[in-house]
């Protein structure tokens, strides 16, 4: 109910809008497209700034041409643009915009010290952070920069430092919350060293410092890599109510791969009361989960759900749905799914089509293969090599050679420059050949596979067992090597000597 105060206040402000309606209305308006202005050139900005991470050019320049143009621009925009950056994947330019902060005297904050430090050992290494770091004024050394040294040794797995470094910030009084404990458990967890994590949450509770949620993950983690279930179900205990949804995602890995998979169906159910709907990676990690539990009418529960919630089912989503269906050998499940979304993608990802490649070649049908593979090259724009790759594994492994070469051949020819080798694929070509006994063949390989990089000794010592294998001589094999400033060592200068006479 509106108290006599608010009714009064209400009716006071409408009688001062009639008397100066016209121009409220005006200024508001204004106003409102002077803000809606300032936005759309803040948005444009940062384009221009992205832009450079893939086109090129210099970033001062642009901004300097940014603020020459009189876009109102304060220093937490620079810092936003420059978290945008490095959130997108490039930390060079989010530094560049630091960088050029800095030229116009703009005052640093703490906190912009630790993004800027971590930009440094993004892109410059960890040595030039130090040294950033080191020449900070003494009042810019706080928990944050402080902080951000430590996540950058603990990301390089450097022990020794990010141990001193923890220890110097508990003696400065700085390590007040769970975050320095949860870097070096994370980099314990990349170490493989599990059995560190437990004692970093009993140092935490010792100095009265609460374990939050990302600290009872990364602990449900150690436990579950040491194979210590028991330890695992007392940290679900300790969380009780706290239990989040990452909790009962580890908690649901860890039962599936201990093969105990009624508690990881539990675990997914809990899990699933948790989600949020409204997040397509929800339903993904459950899809799989179900996958790897061997559980395919809840994949397919899931799967509805996501449907039902997402109707406009995208790439992603179709890519888990495959993936799933594969891991539990749904061949037509895998094809159902697959003509649906080849049917509505808007475009075309070659994850999707890789996926029932690879279900077709298991099949041993390779021209449903081939089919989906033609088919994928006239709408994807994307890298071919994976696809490839299956289709000349399986010829190989099949005896069909000669097509495996043309595929090999239309790669160069292609021009697919992001494509590189497998040492698998190289080895199942010249195993053929060597088996074959087939100079020629194994030549021809060569060939191919120099148009994209010079060879090896780990090219030319299969390709010399080849002439072994089929009593071939060269007697110009040992002047191509040192043309080619191959290194010959004991086991190349013995198969030189039976093929050069």
Same mark, same amino acid.
């Given at each position: ?12 402000? !409408? ?32 384009? $221009? ?37 490095? $959130? ?44 950033? !770091? ?71 509770? +010792? ?25 695992? +179900? ?5 969380? $009780? ?5 990452? =909790? ?118 390779? +021209? ?55 040492? +698998? ?7 053929? !050949? ?30 010399? $067992? ?6 071939? =001589? ?28």
């Amino acid at each position: 109910m509106m108290t006599m105060y608010s009714a009064s206040r209400l009716a006071r402000r !409408f009688c001062a809008t009639l008397a100066s309606a016209p121009a409220a209305i005006v200024g508001e308006a204004a106003a409102a497209s002077s803000t809606r202005k300032t936005a759309k050139k803040q948005r444009s900005v940062y384009k $221009k700034l992205s832009n450079l991470g893939s086109r090129g050019g210099k970033m001062e320049e642009t901004l300097n041409k940014v603020a020459m143009e009189g876009i109102p621009i304060v220093k937490h925009d620079f810092v936003r643009y420059a978290k945008d950056l490095r $959130k997108n994947r490039l930390p060079q330019r989010a530094l560049e915009v630091f960088e050029w902060m800095e030229k116009k005297e703009i005052a640093f904050t703490g906190s912009d010290h630790a993004i800027r430090l971590d930009l440094i050992a993004k892109t410059k290494g960890l040595e030039a952070a130090e040294t950033y !770091f080191n020449t900070l004024d003494p009042s810019s050394k706080n928990r944050s920069s402080y902080g951000a040294l430590l996540n950058c040794y603990c990301v390089e797995r450097d022990e020794d430092k990010a141990k001193s470094h923890f220890n110097e910030m508990v003696d400065l009084n700085l390590v007040t919350n769970s975050l320095p404990f949860n870097n070096l458990m994370a980099m314990y967890l990349r170490l493989g060293q599990y059995d560190k994590v437990p004692a970093l949450v009993l140092a935490m509770k +010792e100095k009265n410092i609460p374990p939050c949620a990302i600290t009872y993950s990364m602990w449900i983690q150690s436990c579950g890599s040491l194979n210590d279930l028991d330890g695992v +179900e007392k940290v679900v205990e300790e969380m $009780k109510d706290d239990s989040s949804w990452d =909790t009962f995602a580890n908690l649901a890995s860890i039962y599936a791969k201990a093969g105990l998979f009624s508690k990881a169906e539990a675990a997914l159910k809990s899990l699933e009361e948790k989600m949020n709907p409204h997040k397509r990676d929800s339903y993904h990690f459950l899809i799989s989960l179900y996958a790897g539990i061997s559980n395919p009418s809840e994949v397919y529960r899931v799967w509805e759900l996501l449907k039902k919630g997402h109707p406009k089912v995208n790439n992603s989503s179709s890519l888990a749905m495959v993936q799933a269906l594969s891991r539990l050998n749904d061949f037509d499940g895998i094809k159902k799914v697959f003509k649906e979304w080849e049917s509505t993608c808007y475009t075309y990802d070659m994850r999707v089509a890789n996926v029932m490649i690879s279900s077709y070649l298991k099949e041993n049908m390779y +021209e449903e293969a081939e089919a989906v593979f033609d088919g994928a090259v006239k709408k994807c724009k994307g890298q071919l090599s994976k696809a490839r790759q299956l289709l000349m594994v399986y010829l190989l492994k099949n005896d069909q050679a000669g097509l495996a070469l043309k595929h090999l051949e239309a790669a160069v020819l292609d021009q697919d420059k992001n494509w590189s080798w497998s040492s +698998e694929l190289v080895s199942l070509f010249f195993l053929h !050949f060597e088996k074959s006994k087939d100079v020629d063949g194994a030549e021809e390989l060569c060939k191919t596979l120099v148009k994209w990089s010079p060879l090896g000794s780990e090219s030319y010592t299969p390709l010399l $067992k080849t002439y072994v294998a089929a009593e071939r =001589t060269c007697n110009g094999m040992q002047k191509r090597l040192e043309e080619e400033g191959i290194e010959i060592d004991d086991e190349m200068e013995g198969l030189l000597s039976k093929i050069c006479t």
